[in-house]
C-alpha cells in the first residue's frame, strides 16, 4: 500500500482530542543543560489556560475511596474527610485534567491520573534511568506507556523531554517496539473522526506523534496515536524527521 492509501487506513488508531483545555497541575520537570533543549514543565499548556469556573454547587460531599490520596497530592490537609475546601481543590483537578464526571469526588480514575502525574514528575531530567530506549540509535523519539512519557534523546544524551503524552486506549493500544517515521503532514486531518491533527508524524500504519488541543491527561486515551500538547508536538516536527526512529515500550495504565 503506498504512503497515500496507509494514511488514509489510519482512522482506526487515529488519536482523539478528548478532555478540557486547562492543563496546570503542581508539578514540573524541566531539562537543563547547555547541550538540551529546554522542555516546557509537564503541568504547563503551551497555549493560555481559560481559568475554569468551578461550579462550586455541585460539589460533593462525600468523601471517595482516595480522598487521603487526593489530599497529599493537592497539599491539602490529610485527615480523610471531604471538606468543602477538598472537594472545590479536587474539582478544579479533575476539570484541569479531563476527568469526568468533575464534582470532586475522589475516585479510582483520579487516583489513577493522580498517580500517573507523580510517576510522571519523578522521572525528573533522566527518563531514560533503566536504559529501556535504545542509546545505540543515534536520534530516537522514545514512548514510555507505562508512565505516558516521551523524549527526543541522541545516544544516551537528552534532547528534548520528557514531555506528558497519552497514547492509545484499551483495544486501541500503541503498538510497542522499535518504528520510523516515514510520512509527516503538519495539517493532517482525520476523514473518520473529523478532527485534525497538526504536526503528524506517522511511525507505525496510522500511529503516529500529533498535537490535541485538551488535556493529555484525559481518560480514556486515544485510538492508537500519541497524543501531544501543541507546543511539544510542535518542537518534535523541529527535531525529527523521515528516517528517525521511534521506540514504544511499556504498557499504558487500564490496557
Sequence with gaps: MGVVGAIRSHGRRVGVALGLAGM????????AGPAQAQARPLGRSASTVTPVSVAASSCTTTAGPYQQQAERFLGRPVDGRQSRADCLAIQK????????????????????????????????????????????????????????????????????????????????????????????????????????????????????????????????????????RKGDAKKYWGLLKNGDDVYVYGRKPGT
Excluded at 519523578?122 to 534511568?129: E, K, L, R
Aim: charge should be positive; aromatic fraction near 10%.
Design 93 to 228: 483537578f479533575q476539570i484541569d485534567h479531563g476527568v469526568s464526571p468533575t464534582i470532586g469526588y475522589a475516585g479510582p480514575i483520579t487516583s489513577r491520573v493522580m498517580s500517573l502525574i507523580s510517576a510522571q514528575k519523578a522521572a525528573g531530567h533522566n527518563p531514560n534511568a533503566a536504559r529501556n530506549c535504545p542509546t545505540d540509535k543515534g536520534r530516537i523519539a522514545c514512548v514510555d506507556l507505562t508512565r505516558q512519557l516521551s523524549w527526543v534523546q541522541d545516544g544516551s544524551r537528552l534532547v528534548y523531554g520528557p514531555v506528558p503524552v497519552r497514547s492509545g486506549r484499551d483495544r486501541f493500544e500503541t503498538r510497542t517496539g522499535l518504528k520510523r517515521i516515514y510520512w509527516r503532514n503538519i495539517n493532517h486531518w482525520s476523514t473518520l473522526y473529523k478532527v485534525a491533527m497538526p504536526y503528524s508524524q506517522f511511525f507505525d500504519g496510522g500511529q503516529a506523534f500529533h498535537s490535541i488541543d485538551g488535556s493529555v491527561w484525559s481518560p480514556p486515551g486515544s485510538h492508537g496515536c500519541v497524543n501531544m
Design 24 to 31: 496546570a497541575v503542581p508539578l514540573a520537570v524541566a531539562v
